[in-house]
């Protein structure tokens, strides 16, 4: 199997891009643009995904990928990984991201 070289860099590849995609997912929820249950299916019919971004996030972990985001976020300074205030909140409450809002 071949070798990839992957320069030092804050985080975790896989980590940085998965924490990213929640990130994103949770913030159109948080806008409701569309509910948590049809975000994650858009993403495994629309972009074929094994799993939505949303349920991905809950087996990861909430307060995880919070902690993911904020670290990388304090070590690069780059806004775009900024944890959402929904994603925060359902860490803090020990909510599913696919639970709606009332």
């Known amino acids: 199997m071949p070798v990839s070289v992957i320069r030092d860099s804050t985080g975790f590849v896989a ?7 929640v990130n994103i997912a949770c913030d159109i929820a948080q806008q ?10 858009a993403v495994t019919l629309g972009l074929g995904y094994p799993t939505g971004p949303l349920a991905l996030g809950n087996r990861l972990g909430t307060a995880r990928l919070l902690r993911i ?17 929904w994603l925060a ?3 803090a409450l020990c909510a599913s991201l696919l639970q ?3």
């Open 69 to 85: 985001l904020e670290f990388i976020q304090t070590q690069t300074g780059d806004p775009c990984y900024r944890a959402s205030h």
């Open 15 to 21: 980590q940085r891009i998965l924490a990213t995609i």
């Open 89 to 91: 909140r359902r860490a």
């Open 100 to 102: 709606e809002e009332s």
């Open 32 to 41: 409701r643009i569309t509910t948590p249950g049809d975000i994650d299916l």
